[in-house]
C-alpha cells in the first residue's frame, strides 16, 4: 500500500516500503526516468537480507507533488521527511542510475543519519573537473542532455510528448532503448520479470505527465547543491564497464574525489547490469 508523506512546504511523497519491518532500513532512489515501482528484490530476498526497503516517488513522478526548480541535493530534506514519519533515526542509501546523485547527496548532507551509501551506475555532476562528461555516452543520451542544456523551451515540449507515448505504451521504450543496448543489456530486458518491473515504472512514472523527468535532468546538467568531496560516510559505487548510458568514466571520477569511496568494475556488464547487483549492493548498504 502507498503511503503519503508530507514533505517540505505541504508537498506529498509516495513512498512504499517492502521487506522486514524490523530490518534494517535502506531508502533505494529509482532512475530516471522512474517510480516507486522499479526493479526490486523479492521480498523474500529482503527479509533474508534482514532489510526493510524503502522507495519513493521523487518530486513529479507517480503520486509525489512536484517541486519546480529541486536540485539534487534536494532529495536530502525529502528522504529525511519519509525518515521522520517513519521513525527512522538512521538507515543506508542506494541509489541506481539517475538515483545515484541523490543518494550521494543524502550522504553528504545527512551525514549524522546516513550509515552507508551506495551507487549503481551514477552520473558524476555535470561540472565535474576534468572529466569528459559526454564521453563514451550513447548518441541518444547525448542528444538528451545537450537539449536540456540549451534551456526549457527547447526540450520540455519533446520530454511532454515522449512521456505520453511511454505511457500509453511503455514496452515501445524498451523497443526505443534495444538498438543502443550491448548484448548484456539486451539479454536482461527481454527477461519478461525484468520487463514486467520495468514496464510498471514507467507506466507510474508518467502518470501525471512528464515534470519528474524534466526536473530531474535540469537538476543532473546544474549545480548539484553540494559536493561529493564533503561526504564522510562509507561509499561503495558499481558499475558496468560497458556502459554508455552512465559511462564508466563517471563513477572512476566519483571515487577519486569521494573521501574513501570503493568502485567496483564489473566487465562484461552494462546499465542494466546494476539490476543483477542490486541485492549485493543492499547487502553491503544494510551492513
Not at 256 to 261: F, L, Q, R, S, V
Request: proline share 7%.
Amino acid at each position: 500500500m502507498v503511503q503519503l508523506v508530507e514533505a517540505p512546504g505541504g508537498r506529498a511523497l509516495a513512498v512504499d516500503t517492502l521487506g522486514d519491518p524490523q530490518g534494517r532500513p535502506v531508502f533505494l532512489l529509482h532512475g530516471t526516468p522512474g517510480s516507486r515501482l522499479g526493479p526490486v528484490p523479492r521480498s523474500t530476498v529482503l527479509y533474508r537480507l534482514g532489510v526493510l526497503l524503502i522507495s519513493f516517488d521523487r518530486p513529479g513522478y507517480g503520486d509525489s507533488t512536484r517541486l519546480p526548480g529541486r536540485r539534487v541535493s534536494s532529495a536530502a530534506a525529502d528522504v529525511t521527511a519519509i525518515a521522520d514519519a517513519l521513525g527512522l533515526d538512521d538507515f543506508a542509501v542506494l541509489g541506481r542510475s539517475g538515483g545515484g546523485p541523490h543518494s550521494l547527496a543524502c550522504a553528504a548532507l545527512l551525514p549524522d543519519r546516513v550509515c552507508r551509501a551506495a551507487t549503481l551506475v551514477s552520473l558524476a555532476p555535470r561540472n565535474a573537473e576534468g572529466l569528459d562528461w559526454y564521453g563514451g555516452m550513447t548518441p541518444s543520451n547525448v542528444r538528451e542532455y545537450s537539449e536540456v542544456e540549451r534551456g526549457v523551451r527547447h526540450f520540455a515540449d519533446s520530454f511532454r510528448f515522449r512521456s505520453q507515448q511511454i505511457r500509453d505504451d511503455p514496452v515501445g521504450l524498451i523497443k526505443d532503448l534495444v538498438p543502443e543496448l550491448p548484448p548484456t543489456d539486451r539479454t536482461l530486458v527481454s527477461d519478461s520479470g525484468i520487463r514486467r518491473m520495468l514496464l510498471s515504472t514507467y507506466r507510474e512514472a508518467f502518470r501525471y505527465g512528464a515534470d519528474g523527468w524534466i526536473d530531474d535532468v535540469l537538476a543532473f546538467t546544474s549545480d548539484w547543491g553540494f559536493k561529493v568531496e564533503d561526504i564522510t560516510v562509507p561509499v561503495r559505487l558499481w558499475h558496468g564497464a560497458d556502459d554508455q548510458f552512465s559511462p564508466v568514466d563517471h563513477s572512476r571520477w566519483l571515487t577519486d574525489h569521494i573521501p574513501g569511496a570503493q568502485l567496483y568494475l564489473e566487465p562484461g556488464a552494462a546499465h542494466f547490469g546494476a539490476l543483477k547487483v542490486m541485492t549485493e549492493a543492499l547487502k553491503w548498504a544494510a551492513g
